[in-house]
Protein backbone atom coordinates (compact mmCIF):
# COMPACT_ATOMS: atom_id res chain seq x y z
CA UNK A 1 0.00 0.00 0.00
CA UNK A 2 1.22 3.41 -0.65
CA UNK A 3 0.67 6.33 2.11
CA UNK A 4 3.35 9.13 3.10
CA UNK A 5 3.83 10.79 6.29
CA UNK A 6 4.34 14.64 6.85
CA UNK A 7 6.56 15.75 10.07
CA UNK A 8 4.99 18.18 11.74
CA UNK A 9 1.86 19.39 11.72
CA UNK A 10 2.89 22.95 12.57
CA UNK A 11 5.92 25.02 11.09
CA UNK A 12 6.70 28.27 11.62
CA UNK A 13 9.30 30.59 10.17
CA UNK A 14 10.34 33.86 9.67
CA UNK A 15 10.02 35.99 6.49
CA UNK A 16 12.77 35.39 4.56
CA UNK A 17 13.56 32.40 6.04
CA UNK A 18 14.27 29.21 4.68
CA UNK A 19 11.06 27.08 4.37
CA UNK A 20 11.18 23.30 4.65
CA UNK A 21 8.48 20.92 5.16
CA UNK A 22 9.04 17.28 5.21
CA UNK A 23 7.23 14.02 3.89
CA UNK A 24 8.52 10.66 3.64
CA UNK A 25 6.67 8.04 1.44
CA UNK A 26 5.79 4.03 2.08
CA UNK A 27 5.52 2.75 -1.84
CA UNK A 28 6.36 -1.05 -3.23
CA UNK A 29 7.10 0.23 -6.56
CA UNK A 30 7.94 4.46 -7.58
CA UNK A 31 5.78 6.56 -6.80
CA UNK A 32 3.99 9.28 -8.36
CA UNK A 33 4.38 12.11 -5.39
CA UNK A 34 2.82 15.42 -4.62
CA UNK A 35 2.66 18.60 -2.79
CA UNK A 36 -0.58 20.49 -2.91
CA UNK A 37 -0.99 23.79 -0.74
CA UNK A 38 -4.73 24.70 0.88
CA UNK A 39 -5.49 28.58 1.54
CA UNK A 40 -8.02 29.35 4.56
CA UNK A 41 -11.72 28.31 2.93
CA UNK A 42 -10.14 27.47 -0.48
CA UNK A 43 -9.61 23.98 -2.29
CA UNK A 44 -6.49 22.20 -3.21
CA UNK A 45 -4.17 23.37 -5.34
CA UNK A 46 -1.25 21.72 -7.00
CA UNK A 47 2.22 23.31 -6.31
CA UNK A 48 4.61 20.29 -7.68
CA UNK A 49 4.48 16.78 -8.82
CA UNK A 50 6.89 13.96 -8.80
CA UNK A 51 6.54 11.54 -11.71
CA UNK A 52 9.48 9.73 -12.81
CA UNK A 53 11.60 12.12 -14.54
CA UNK A 54 13.98 14.74 -13.10
CA UNK A 55 14.67 14.06 -9.27
CA UNK A 56 14.65 18.03 -8.31
CA UNK A 57 11.25 19.69 -9.04
CA UNK A 58 9.91 23.20 -9.23
CA UNK A 59 6.44 24.17 -8.69
CA UNK A 60 4.72 27.47 -8.45
CA UNK A 61 5.40 30.60 -6.19
CA UNK A 62 9.16 29.36 -5.75
CA UNK A 63 8.69 26.09 -4.25
CA UNK A 64 10.56 22.74 -5.47
CA UNK A 65 11.24 19.66 -3.76
CA UNK A 66 13.69 17.00 -4.28
CA UNK A 67 13.21 13.35 -4.46
CA UNK A 68 14.97 11.34 -2.55
CA UNK A 69 15.07 7.36 -3.25
CA UNK A 70 17.45 6.65 -0.40
CA UNK A 71 15.60 8.27 2.35
CA UNK A 72 11.92 7.75 1.22
CA UNK A 73 11.87 11.49 1.49
CA UNK A 74 9.76 14.42 -0.83
CA UNK A 75 11.02 17.14 1.15
CA UNK A 76 9.21 20.63 0.27
CA UNK A 77 11.71 23.68 -0.11
CA UNK A 78 11.40 27.63 -0.66
CA UNK A 79 14.53 29.75 0.30
CA UNK A 80 13.01 32.10 1.47
CA UNK A 81 9.20 32.88 3.08
CA UNK A 82 6.76 35.09 2.05
CA UNK A 83 3.75 35.73 4.26
CA UNK A 84 1.65 35.27 1.28
CA UNK A 85 2.80 31.53 1.83
CA UNK A 86 0.82 30.99 4.96
CA UNK A 87 -1.28 28.24 4.08
CA UNK A 88 -1.57 24.21 5.06
CA UNK A 89 0.61 22.10 2.72
CA UNK A 90 -0.18 18.75 1.86
CA UNK A 91 2.21 16.12 0.52
CA UNK A 92 0.23 13.36 -1.51
CA UNK A 93 0.87 9.90 -3.55
CA UNK A 94 -1.02 8.44 -5.89
CA UNK A 95 -2.21 5.01 -6.45
CA UNK A 96 -0.65 3.58 -9.78
CA UNK A 97 -3.24 2.81 -11.90
CA UNK A 98 -5.93 4.22 -10.23
CA UNK A 99 -5.79 7.96 -10.33
CA UNK A 100 -6.74 8.50 -6.56
CA UNK A 101 -4.65 10.38 -4.29
CA UNK A 102 -3.84 9.57 -0.54
CA UNK A 103 -3.00 12.66 1.33
CA UNK A 104 -0.74 13.20 4.40
CA UNK A 105 -1.81 14.59 7.43
CA UNK A 106 -0.61 18.39 6.63
CA UNK A 107 1.64 20.98 7.67
CA UNK A 108 0.06 24.11 8.45
CA UNK A 109 2.89 26.70 8.22
CA UNK A 110 3.08 30.38 9.42
CA UNK A 111 5.28 33.13 8.67
CA UNK A 112 6.27 35.49 11.13
CA UNK A 113 6.40 39.08 10.14
CA UNK B 1 -12.35 27.62 -17.38
CA UNK B 2 -14.37 27.98 -15.06
CA UNK B 3 -13.08 25.15 -12.36
CA UNK B 4 -14.85 22.59 -10.68
CA UNK B 5 -18.18 23.89 -9.21
CA UNK B 6 -19.29 22.81 -6.20
CA UNK B 7 -22.88 24.00 -4.47
CA UNK B 8 -23.82 24.93 -1.70
CA UNK B 9 -20.07 26.34 -0.22
CA UNK B 10 -21.64 26.05 3.34
CA UNK B 11 -24.51 23.89 4.56
CA UNK B 12 -25.79 23.85 8.18
CA UNK B 13 -28.29 21.06 9.06
CA UNK B 14 -29.64 19.17 11.66
CA UNK B 15 -29.22 16.00 12.75
CA UNK B 16 -31.66 13.18 10.35
CA UNK B 17 -31.90 15.38 7.64
CA UNK B 18 -30.75 14.60 4.12
CA UNK B 19 -28.18 17.04 2.80
CA UNK B 20 -27.34 16.82 -1.34
CA UNK B 21 -24.11 18.59 -2.42
CA UNK B 22 -23.38 18.92 -6.34
CA UNK B 23 -20.55 19.22 -8.05
CA UNK B 24 -19.94 19.98 -11.63
CA UNK B 25 -16.20 18.69 -13.30
CA UNK B 26 -14.24 20.84 -15.73
CA UNK B 27 -15.71 20.39 -19.04
CA UNK B 28 -13.91 17.59 -20.62
CA UNK B 29 -12.77 15.67 -17.83
CA UNK B 30 -13.82 11.96 -17.39
CA UNK B 31 -12.85 11.21 -13.78
CA UNK B 32 -14.35 12.58 -10.91
CA UNK B 33 -13.79 12.71 -7.18
CA UNK B 34 -14.95 13.10 -3.51
CA UNK B 35 -13.02 13.77 -0.75
CA UNK B 36 -13.94 14.76 3.21
CA UNK B 37 -11.99 16.88 5.49
CA UNK B 38 -11.91 16.37 8.85
CA UNK B 39 -9.67 17.74 11.73
CA UNK B 40 -9.58 13.81 12.89
CA UNK B 41 -9.07 11.92 9.86
CA UNK B 42 -7.44 14.79 7.54
CA UNK B 43 -8.30 14.30 3.60
CA UNK B 44 -9.43 10.59 2.72
CA UNK B 45 -11.10 9.76 -0.61
CA UNK B 46 -14.96 8.64 -0.39
CA UNK B 47 -15.79 7.73 -4.04
CA UNK B 48 -13.96 8.15 -7.46
CA UNK B 49 -16.15 7.84 -11.21
CA UNK B 50 -14.47 7.29 -14.46
CA UNK B 51 -17.06 7.71 -17.48
CA UNK B 52 -19.95 8.22 -15.03
CA UNK B 53 -19.10 4.92 -13.51
CA UNK B 54 -18.06 4.49 -9.67
CA UNK B 55 -14.66 2.43 -9.88
CA UNK B 56 -13.97 2.54 -5.58
CA UNK B 57 -16.79 3.12 -3.19
CA UNK B 58 -14.59 1.64 -0.32
CA UNK B 59 -14.07 5.21 1.23
CA UNK B 60 -17.83 5.56 1.78
CA UNK B 61 -18.26 5.24 5.35
CA UNK B 62 -21.41 3.81 5.47
CA UNK B 63 -24.52 3.18 3.77
CA UNK B 64 -25.98 6.44 4.67
CA UNK B 65 -23.67 8.01 2.25
CA UNK B 66 -24.30 7.85 -1.90
CA UNK B 67 -22.89 9.08 -4.86
CA UNK B 68 -24.20 9.41 -8.59
CA UNK B 69 -22.79 10.53 -11.56
CA UNK B 70 -25.67 10.50 -13.91
CA UNK B 71 -24.09 12.60 -16.34
CA UNK B 72 -20.60 13.57 -17.26
CA UNK B 73 -21.47 17.36 -15.77
CA UNK B 74 -22.88 17.11 -12.59
CA UNK B 75 -22.18 14.39 -9.73
CA UNK B 76 -23.96 14.42 -6.21
CA UNK B 77 -23.01 13.38 -2.90
CA UNK B 78 -26.24 12.55 -0.48
CA UNK B 79 -26.16 11.98 3.32
CA UNK B 80 -29.25 10.78 4.50
CA UNK B 81 -30.10 10.87 7.60
CA UNK B 82 -26.84 13.24 8.58
CA UNK B 83 -25.37 12.64 11.52
CA UNK B 84 -22.93 15.73 13.76
CA UNK B 85 -19.96 13.60 12.82
CA UNK B 86 -20.82 14.13 9.43
CA UNK B 87 -19.62 17.42 10.12
CA UNK B 88 -16.09 18.18 7.72
CA UNK B 89 -15.37 19.93 4.32
CA UNK B 90 -16.57 17.68 0.83
CA UNK B 91 -13.86 18.49 -2.25
CA UNK B 92 -14.94 17.33 -5.54
CA UNK B 93 -12.00 17.02 -7.68
CA UNK B 94 -12.20 16.08 -10.93
CA UNK B 95 -9.31 15.30 -13.77
CA UNK B 96 -9.19 13.72 -16.99
CA UNK B 97 -8.82 9.82 -17.15
CA UNK B 98 -5.97 7.77 -17.24
CA UNK B 99 -4.96 6.43 -20.37
CA UNK B 100 -2.13 3.47 -18.78
CA UNK B 101 -1.44 2.41 -15.75
CA UNK B 102 1.56 4.03 -15.41
CA UNK B 103 -0.05 7.33 -16.45
CA UNK B 104 -1.09 10.33 -14.33
CA UNK B 105 -3.78 13.57 -14.72
CA UNK B 106 -3.92 16.10 -12.08
CA UNK B 107 -6.69 16.35 -9.99
CA UNK B 108 -8.22 20.03 -10.08
CA UNK B 109 -10.18 20.40 -6.83
CA UNK B 110 -13.27 22.39 -6.09
CA UNK B 111 -13.65 25.35 -3.11
CA UNK B 112 -15.25 22.63 -1.04
CA UNK B 113 -18.90 22.70 0.81
CA UNK B 114 -18.30 23.25 4.52
CA UNK B 115 -21.28 20.92 6.16
CA UNK B 116 -22.29 21.34 9.69
CA UNK B 117 -25.06 18.77 11.04
CA UNK B 118 -25.95 20.26 14.49
Known amino acids: AQSVTQLGSHVSVSEGALVLLRCNYS??????LFWYVQYPNQGLQLLLK??????LVKGINGFEAEFKKSETSFHLTKPSAHMSDAAEYFC???????????FGTGTRLTVIP | DAGVIQSPRHEVTEMGQEVTLRCKPI?????LFWYRQTMMRGLELLIY????????DSGMPEDRFSAKMPNASFSTLKIQPSEPRDSAVYFC????????????????FGPGTRLTVL
Open chain 2, 93 to 108: ASSLALLSRNSYNEQF
Open chain 1, 27 to 32: SSVPPY
Open chain 1, 50 to 55: YTSAAT
Open chain 1, 92 to 102: AVIQTGANNLF
Open chain 2, 27 to 31: SGHNS
Open chain 2, 49 to 56: FNNNVPID
